[in-house]
């Protein structure tokens, strides 16, 4: 996947995602997660907080879409899902 560092004084690693649960469970454009640095070198990816765009929620906001490599096939059923 690909993601980029929230800022410079960011320790989170920004990752945005579509996968397979977007047609009908969660949000169809794609949903975000942040890594974790776990001091190793590696990187923690805890896809239970998997969170919604803000443009999910309010037509007036613009939300960047997951680039084609962080287009997943499987179903992700973690984290936020459809908003209603």
Same mark, same amino acid.
């Given at each position: 996947?690909?993601?980029?560092?929230?800022?410079?004084?960011?320790?989170?690693?920004?990752?945005?995602?579509?996968?397979?649960?977007?047609?009908?469970?969660? =949000?169809? /454009?794609?949903?975000?997660?942040?890594?974790? +640095?776990?001091?190793?070198?590696?990187?923690? %990816? @805890?896809?239970?907080?998997?969170?919604?765009? =803000?443009? /999910?929620?309010?037509?007036?906001?613009?939300? +960047?879409?997951?680039?084609?490599?962080?287009? %997943? @096939?499987?179903?992700?059923?973690?984290?936020?899902?459809?908003?209603?």
């Amino acid at each position: 996947m690909v993601g980029s560092l929230r800022g410079p004084s960011s320790r989170a690693l920004f990752i945005p995602f579509r996968d397979a649960t977007g047609r009908t469970e969660s =949000y169809p /454009a794609g949903r975000y997660v942040e890594a974790e +640095p776990d001091g190793d070198g590696r990187w923690i %990816l @805890d896809l239970n907080r998997a969170y919604n765009p =803000y443009c /999910a929620y309010n037509d007036a906001w613009r939300c +960047p879409l997951p680039p084609v490599e962080n287009w %997943l @096939d499987a179903q992700v059923r973690a984290g936020e899902q459809r908003f209603h």
